[in-house]
């Protein structure tokens, strides 16, 4: 296993438990309903702070790209923790289960957020966004002309 790839896993691996994590140590599983209640600072740190964290930290393990590999972690996290509602612990007394619809805009603004992050980490990681000054034809003109 090359080292790009070790780096992707371990990226995945870490920003998954920061989601899991996160959700454990904020109470909230977006998942469920209990009325408008369910809508609190909690949740929106949940569902935006969390996500965003995660993008940050991915883009930071990862490197170039890693903007691209932050679109999992939440789907992953998000598809499982419904998966376990559904099949497996069922709904808590007083709630619902979210329908398909509504969880899946909840999880398109998890990742969006976590995209945000991935963005950030990789401009915070590489200190400018876009090609290297290497890359750029400015140097090759100036060693040329050199």
């Not at 965003?52 to 490197?63: D, K, R, T």
């Not at 999992?72 to 998966?83: G, K, N, Q």
């Amino acid at each position: 296993m090359n080292n790009r790839t070790l780096r992707g896993l371990v990226a995945l691996m870490i920003g998954m438990s920061m989601i899991h994590f996160g959700d454990r140590l904020l109470g909230v599983k977006i998942e469920l309903f209990s009325g408008l209640s369910t809508f609190s600072f909690a949740w929106i740190l949940d569902v935006f702070f969390v996500p965003f964290l995660v993008g940050l930290a991915v883009s930071w393990i990862y490197g170039l790209g890693g903007k691209w590999l932050c679109y999992f972690p939440p789907i992953i996290v998000r598809c499982l923790s419904y998966a376990e509602i559904y099949y497996v612990s069922g709904t808590p007394h007083g709630t619902n289960l979210n329908p398909l619809g509504w969880w899946s805009l909840y999880v398109v603004l998890s990742v969006e957020s976590a995209v945000i992050g991935g963005v950030m980490g990789e401009v915070m990681k590489k200190g400018i966004y876009g090609r290297s000054k290497k890359d750029s034809g400015e140097q090759i003109t100036a060693t040329r002309e050199s």
